[in-house]
């Protein structure tokens, strides 16, 4: 089954009691029981519900995994993930990533003792260089955010594989649609399905895919323990999002390709960020991983201050200044002070995130119309 085909039909069945075609709403927080612990699958909302099964089919049938837990938000996803751990433990991760990723490593598991080494994944000899006899986890994000630095998947899962670590892969940028982590080797695969699954920045989610039994295991045990799980609406949107997620990103990966052209050629940016452009450092690694180069791209502007980039995002009248990504509609942020401001300046500009960095979510309006309101803006 091609991938178009399984966004509105994998692990997807008519609900047997109507047939209703679209998996119900199933509003409720308990279930009635014949007899202590006899049921038909389900005890209490926390640990299972119908619509929430629903979704976690539909995305493991995506990314190719035996199974997944949907979660409360991608940060929830990300913890859930991390509660495997203890303390001593080590973990490897990108150092170009999500600021709340970044947070949530650094102020939440760090003082509960577990370690976090930060290098440029895009040589994978740091990672081999990065790791002790305490490494249990490699987190890649790639494309990063928001660099949008292209890491190799295949490498790096086979030389966790070869040293017993976990590969774990935030595959939020991509999407399945255009990269599927599982097949490339990776362990985990994670998802803020805030972003481009729900793709209509309504809805917070997130969502853990793996063909490891004892990750799922972990997972299934956090969802009844910790029970950071969405509701049966937040499922039901995230399900009507992912049936269209193919014919979204076709047109938002198109758009993209003609902005990053666009702005790479105009006299006012310093530097373009994108894996679709020949200039980019691992286009050729984008071309053989990713379908497609994805909807996102940042750049940066000849004046390098924090000023320059506020004047040039409160300009724009198409693209909303927001937070957050992935949606129909085009936003536009300055990671600096935004997404990544939890993270110290020196630590940002170490990995090369300049203070005018301006990061772009491009959605799917008319490309002619997205470049007009960036030129004005200019």
Request: hydrophobic content about 35%; aromatic content about 6%; glycine content about 8%.
């Amino acid at each position: 089954m091609k991938f178009n085909t399984k966004a509105i039909h994998a692990g997807q069945a008519p609900e047997k009691t109507t047939g209703a075609v679209m998996p119900p709403i199933f509003q409720t927080s308990t279930y009635v029981q014949s007899a202590p612990n006899e049921h038909q699958g389900y005890d209490y909302a926390r640990v299972g519900n119908p619509t929430r099964t629903a979704l976690e089919k539909l995305i493991a049938g995506l990314e190719g995994a035996d199974e997944c837990a949907c979660f409360a938000s991608g940060c929830a996803a990300m913890d859930a993930i991390l509660k495997s751990l203890r303390p001593g433990d080590h973990v490897i991760a990108t150092n170009d990533l999500y600021g709340g990723s970044y947070r949530l490593f650094t102020q939440v598991f760090e003082p509960y003792g577990i370690e976090f080494s930060f290098v440029d994944m895009t040589d994978t000899g740091n990672v081999r260089e990065a790791i002790r006899s305490e490494t249990k986890m490699i987190w890649i994000e790639t494309p990063t955010n928001p660099l949008l630095r292209i890491v190799d998947i295949s490498k790096i899962a086979e030389i966790a594989k070869k040293n017993s670590i976990l590969s774990a892969v935030d595959n939020t940028f991509a999407s399945p649609y255009l990269q599927r982590p599982l097949e490339l080797g990776a362990d985990i695969v994670m998802h803020s399905t805030t972003k481009y699954l729900g793709g209509h920045s309504d809805v917070i989610g997130g969502a853990v895919a793996t063909s490891n039994q004892e990750v799922i295991e972990n997972l299934r045990f956090q969802v009844k323990t910790t029970g950071g799980v969405p509701g049966p609406m937040d499922s039901y949107l995230v399900l009507r999002g992912i049936k269209t997620l193919h014919v979204r990103m076709d047109r938002s990966v198109k758009n993209a390709q003609t902005i990053a052209d666009h702005l790479e050629n105009h006299p006012q940016t310093d530097k373009v960020y994108y894996p679709g452009l020949e200039s980019h450092p691992q286009h050729t690694l984008a071309k053989k991983q990713m379908s497609g180069f994805g909807g996102m791209l940042s750049f940066t502007l000849k004046e390098d201050t924090q000023e320059s980039a506020s004047r040039f995002m409160s300009r724009t009248k198409v693209f909303a200044l927001a937070e957050s990504l992935g949606g129909v509609e085009s936003l536009i942020s300055h990671p600096a002070s935004m997404t990544h401001g939890s993270i110290p300046a020196e630590v940002r500009r170490k990995t090369g995130l300049k203070d005018s960095l301006i990061r772009v979510s491009v959605g799917i309006e008319d490309v002619d119309d997205l470049i007009e309101d960036l030129n004005q803006a200019f």
